[in-house]
T-cell receptor, first 113, second 112 residues
Framework: DSGVTQTPKHLITATGQRVTLRCSPR?????VYWYQQSLDQGLQFLIQ???????AKGNILERFSAQQFPDLHSELNLSSLELGDSALYFC????????????FGPGTRLTVT | LAKTTQPISMDSYEGQEVNITCSHN???????ITWYQQFPSQGPRFIIQ?????VTNEVASLFIPADRKSSTLSLPRVSLSDTAVYYC?????????????WGLGTSLAVNP
């Protein structure tokens, strides 16, 4: 158990809908990272927040947004969902702002039908 | 922009040493190289990180040449439980935006 929690574990929704994924980092970690993992594209870095501020940005679509709250938990919002958004979404956390030693949560499996 | 390249798959046998190489020609000057292990339906797990030369911990060694354009993860005496996907991670700067570049992973199969 990495200490990172993600909810929900599974999510099934229809195209065009909006969902919110939630992540709680390990106690004491200030950074949260979001990743998308699909079979054909591997692990894709989406975005990093450090102590409430955006720190690094990857290939995050405009339909997706994230934020980190004062209690350091984070949410990833996915809107106007498409079939291709079906994937495993991981959250990770690290102590500081550098991304070297990240601890990953169990993931949320999103299925868009 | 940095890109990492790893072999797609490797096969080994129990007790052997396995070396997985990742090439990262455009790694950012100040960035470290990190390796992760992932089992099916689980999040990646940190294995080791380094900047240059050699780093060793209780599970692996990491070799980084002086030019830092590649790195090699060495797993000594692998067992069946080391069957997993192994990723290298480097950082890069795209203008003022920092990006994290993950390899596509190397699927290691350890056979009895």
């Amino acid at each position: 158990d990495s200490g990172v929690t993600q909810t929900p574990k599974h999510l099934i929704t229809a195209t065009g809908q909006r969902v919110t994924l939630r992540c709680s980092p390990r106690s004491g970690d200030l950074s949260v990272y979001w990743y998308q993992q699909s079979l054909d594209q591997g692990l894709q870095f989406l975005i990093q927040y450090y102590n409430g501020e955006e720190r690094a940005k990857g290939n995050i679509l405009e339909r997706f947004s994230a934020q980190q709250f004062p209690d350091l938990h984070s949410e990833l919002n996915l809107s106007s969902l498409e079939l291709g958004d079906s994937a495993l979404y991981f959250c990770a956390s690290s102590v500081g702002g550098d991304p070297y030693e990240q601890y990953f949560g169990p993931g949320t499996r999103l299925t868009v039908t | 922009l940095a890109k990492t390249t790893q072999p797609i798959s490797m096969d080994s046998y129990e007790g052997q040493e396995v070396n997985i190489t990742c090439s990262h020609n455009n790694i950012a000057t100040n960035d470290y190289i990190t390796w992760y292990q992932q089992f099916p339906s689980q999040g990646p797990r940190f294995i080791i990180q380094g900047y240059k030369t050699k780093v060793t911990n209780e599970v692996a060694s990491l070799f980084i040449p002086a030019d830092r354009k590649s790195s090699t993860l060495s797993l000594p005496r692998v067992s069946l439980s080391d069957t997993a996907v192994y990723y290298c991670l480097v950082g890069d700067m795209d203008g003022n935006n920092r990006k994290l570049i993950w390899g596509l992973g190397t699927s290691l199969a350890v056979n009895p």
